[in-house]
């Protein structure tokens, strides 16, 4: 037998001559293998005329990277706004905030003085013309004298509390400073007012205002807020008062030995001086009560 192909088709045929009978059989049909295309896409070029499809899919990877561009943005957006045209990196805004809170102070101060004047405009006139008697009148200047409203003049003692140096370094056998072991704090100034006040100061007079009952010493940063207005060191405090148990007093603080360790180790101000006439202004500000109502 032989195979014989002719017009696409196979045939088997004897061996024998050309006339010999040819025997048809089923023709084979002939697949061809499909080919590799782009990346692992297989195609048959009878089916995809046009070049494979591809499906556009959202990795993790697309995902986070579309979300950090989407962050960048805002935050561009974001300091463009807040920036106006303006260098965010300067500290002129901070210098800008400093400055207004300065011109509040002294402004506060002049309201002060102004109001002390119209006070005592308005206590002369009350004296002259509340036809009270002389008894009356005595109590009431003892009343103010304790209230703190009138000037007090006497022997005073001055303490004077100072930040450390900018380049201060620890003194030998204390551990390095750090920043908050530099600077004065309101536990300090308060711990002087209360030993005076121990020590049986008749008034006090922090900066130049004049304390009463409710006044608060108060610290922000390394700056004190007082009754509206605001002090950098070296902060001073005056007390009339007996100077030797006013001194005493001080020497005798626990909360001031705690800070006289501080003055040895890293050089904190610390200065008390020894005056024989002084005199304290009265309180000028309001006496107004928010919260606490009087007894009687």
């Not at 499909?34 to 990795?59: C, E, Q």
């Amino acid at each position: 037998m032989r195979c014989v192909t002719a017009q696409g088709k196979l045939w088997l045929a004897p061996a024998g001559g050309e006339g010999d009978l040819v025997l048809p059989r089923a023709s084979v049909s002939v697949v061809l293998p499909l080919r590799l295309k782009g990346k692992g896409t297989l195609s048959n070029s009878a089916d995809s005329p046009g070049g494979p499809v591809r499906r556009f899919s959202w990795r993790p990877v697309r995902l986070l990277t579309a979300a950090v561009f989407a962050l960048a943005g805002l935050i561009f957006v974001t300091s463009f706004n807040t920036a106006k045209g303006t260098n965010l990196r300067t500290d002129d805004s901070l210098l800008k905030l400093s400055d207004l809170i300065e011109q509040r102070s002294h402004k506060n101060a002049e309201l002060d003085e102004s109001t002390s004047a119209v006070r005592e405009d308005v206590d002369a006139l009350a004296r002259r013309d509340d036809g009270s008697t002389e008894a009356e009148d005595e109590k009431l200047r003892a009343l103010e004298a304790a209230a703190g409203t009138v000037k007090l003049s006497g022997q005073a003692v001055s303490v004077t509390l100072n930040d450390a140096p900018p380049n201060a370094q620890a003194a030998p056998g204390y551990p390095e400073p750090q920043a908050n072991d530099l600077v004065i704090h309101q536990q300090d100034l308060q711990a002087v007012v209360n030993a005076l006040w121990q020590g049986g100061a008749r008034g006090i007079q922090v900066m130049d205002q004049r304390l009463i009952s409710t006044s608060a010493v108060r610290c922000v940063g390394n700056t004190l807020i007082l009754q509206g207005r605001v002090y950098s060191p070296p902060y001073k405090v005056t007390a009339v008062g007996d100077p030797d148990r006013l001194k005493q007093a001080l020497t005798a603080s626990p909360a001031i030995q705690n800070y006289q360790l501080y003055v040895k180790a890293y050089g904190l101000g610390w200065k008390v001086d020894e005056r024989e006439a002084v005199t304290l202004p009265g309180y000028s500000g309001t006496v107004d009560l928010h919260y606490a109502k009087p007894v009687q």
